[in-house]
């Protein structure tokens, strides 16, 4: 998959599977969650997985929809946010 870092080999195939299950692509979700549970992810944990990628999903949608601010305090710059930002100008 990736080469090894800071994150653990589950965590990384759990944030496979929270943006392949966003994404709609049923293979990615399905080869990952086989590679995750291979790693060591139980029913429980797969349980919790799920209801929080439709909780973010669900969240974000509305934030989106309703054009919330985002808080002062949470504007973190990262090269991400950079990267848009110089897409802006």
Not at 27 to 49: F, P
């Amino acid at each position: 998959m990736i080469e090894p870092g800071a994150l653990d080999p589950l965590t990384k195939e759990l944030i496979y599977i929270a943006v392949s299950a966003t994404n709609v692509c049923s293979y990615c979700v399905h080869s990952h969650t086989a590679a995750a549970r291979a790693k060591g992810l139980n029913d429980e944990q797969y349980a919790e997985l799920v209801a929080i990628i439709g909780m973010a999903n669900e969240t974000n949608a509305l934030a989106t929809a309703l054009q919330i601010p985002v808080d002062p305090e949470f504007m973190v710059l990262t090269p991400v946010s950079t990267i848009r930002n110089w897409n802006l100008v």
